[in-house]
């Protein structure tokens, strides 16, 4: 029995998506399926539409892309984290006059 292959989608793809008009479960199935880093994306694609039915494979894709918000935003937070930690030792730089030798601020991405 053919397995499932790990589904997920970047979250660029899912800002891009028009979901005013029909989106074929194929085309959603290739783009998570490169999310994922699936090399031969077309013929995995083809086995899975062959060997699942619809739904199953719709609501693979719908967790697929709960995984890449819950993603971005934990990745957020880790930003955001990190972006108060350089300001509170910036602060405290301040307060003891070695700003000088405290390192730029980082670039987050």
Same mark, same amino acid.
């Given at each position: *029995? &053919?397995?499932?292959?790990? %589904?997920?989608?970047?979250y660029a793809?899912? /800002?891009? *998506?028009?979901?005013?008009?029909?989106?074929?479960?194929?085309? $959603? %199935?290739?783009?998570? %399926?490169?999310? =994922?880093?699936?090399?031969?994306?077309?013929?995995?694609?083809?086995?899975? $539409?062959?060997?699942?039915?619809?739904?199953?494979?719709?609501?693979? /894709?719908?967790?697929?892309?709960?995984? #890449?918000?819950?993603?971005?935003? =934990?990745?957020?937070?880790?930003?955001?984290?990190?972006?108060?930690?350089?300001?509170?030792?910036?602060?405290? #730089?301040? =307060?003891?006059?070695?700003?000088?030798?405290?390192?730029?601020?980082p670039f &987050?991405?």
């Open positions: *029995m &053919y397995k499932l292959p790990k %589904l997920r989608f970047e793809d899912i /800002l891009n *998506m028009d979901f005013k008009r029909n989106i074929d479960v194929e085309t $959603l %199935l290739k783009l998570a %399926l490169k999310g =994922a880093g699936n090399e031969k994306v077309d013929d995995t694609a083809q086995k899975c $539409l062959e060997s699942f039915d619809e739904n199953i494979i719709s609501l693979a /894709l719908c967790e697929a892309a709960g995984d #890449a918000l819950t993603l971005y935003r =934990a990745k957020k937070k880790r930003r955001e984290q990190a972006e108060y930690a350089w300001r509170i030792g910036w602060y405290i #730089a301040c =307060a003891l006059g070695t700003q000088r030798d405290y390192p730029e601020r &987050y991405e």
